[in-house]
């Protein structure tokens, strides 16, 4: 049973722009996953599809069992989001982001205060757990982002671009931590316009364009055509 299943995705925005033309893409359980390609290509329509944010226009996704159409409730508990743009609140304090996330998964409070220590540690930004999130550095809000997004320990993390505008050391660290906690066993698929990214931590890629899966490969077997 495979991680992830698109069939045929396609999306059309309402002012008739045809952002998916029919992607179809597996991605078996416990690997990592690029979604590789150049701004506008439909990466982070795709991401939406995934997390509800946008309504497909037709074809199937489903995770691990789950059918988002069929049963979201259980393809949203499967999957973490980390999305590209900051979205929590700015006066919220990170420990309180992170704990109030698990209420939406339905987790008990103890539960999710317990998850939320242990992934402000696990990302190296504990000391600021109660400094309101506005006063965090870029850096440190991407790292907010992926705690919040593993609260509910999901079998499946995607990532949309997590380390645009990222300074290198910065980007090196949660480099460390993705392969971590994919060796530990989280399926991990992350959208990237950097080939250097999908090439230090992906083992398969897909590369789209204008909407189209042009090339769908291992990592390996990419970079002997380039
Ligand atoms: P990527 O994440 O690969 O940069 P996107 O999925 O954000 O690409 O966008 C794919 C295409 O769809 C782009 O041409 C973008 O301008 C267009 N697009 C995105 N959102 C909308 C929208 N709400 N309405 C119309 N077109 C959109
Ligand atoms: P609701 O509609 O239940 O109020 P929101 O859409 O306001 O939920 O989302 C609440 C929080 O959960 C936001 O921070 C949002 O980014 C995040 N979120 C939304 N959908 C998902 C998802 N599928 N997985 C993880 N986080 C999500």
Not at 12 to 28: M, P, R, W
Not at 177 to 192: P, Q, S, V
């Amino acid at each position: 049973l495979p991680a992830l299943t698109i069939e045929n995705l396609t999306k059309t925005y309402d002012n008739g722009f045809q952002a998916l033309k029919g992607i179809s893409l597996t991605v078996a359980q416990g690997d990592f996953y690029a979604l590789l390609g150049p701004n506008g290509a439909g990466k982070s329509t795709t991401i939406g599809i995934l997390c509800s944010l946008v309504n497909k226009s037709a074809g199937r996704v489903q995770v691990f069992d789950a059918d988002i159409d069929v049963d979201f409730p259980a393809a949203k508990k499967y999957i973490g989001i980390v999305p590209q743009e900051f979205n929590f609140n700015i006066f919220e304090k990170p420990f309180d982001i992170i704990a109030n996330q698990g209420g939406y998964y339905g987790m008990p409070r103890a539960l999710a205060e317990e998850r939320a220590e242990k992934y402000l540690k696990a990302l190296g930004i504990w000391d600021k757990r109660d400094t309101p999130s506005r006063a965090l550095s870029g850096g440190m809000k991407r790292r907010l982002m992926i705690a919040r997004a593993l609260v509910h320990e999901p079998k499946l993390l995607i990532l949309d671009e997590p380390t645009a505008g990222v300074d290198i050391e910065m980007r090196r660290s949660m480099w460390e931590f993705l392969k971590r906690i994919n060796a530990e066993g989280t399926t991990i698929i992350l959208t990237t316009h950097y080939l250097e990214e999908a090439e230090a931590l992906c083992r398969h890629v897909g590369i789209i364009n204008h909407g189209e899966i042009v090339e769908n490969t291992s990592i390996r077997e990419l970079l002997r055509q380039l």
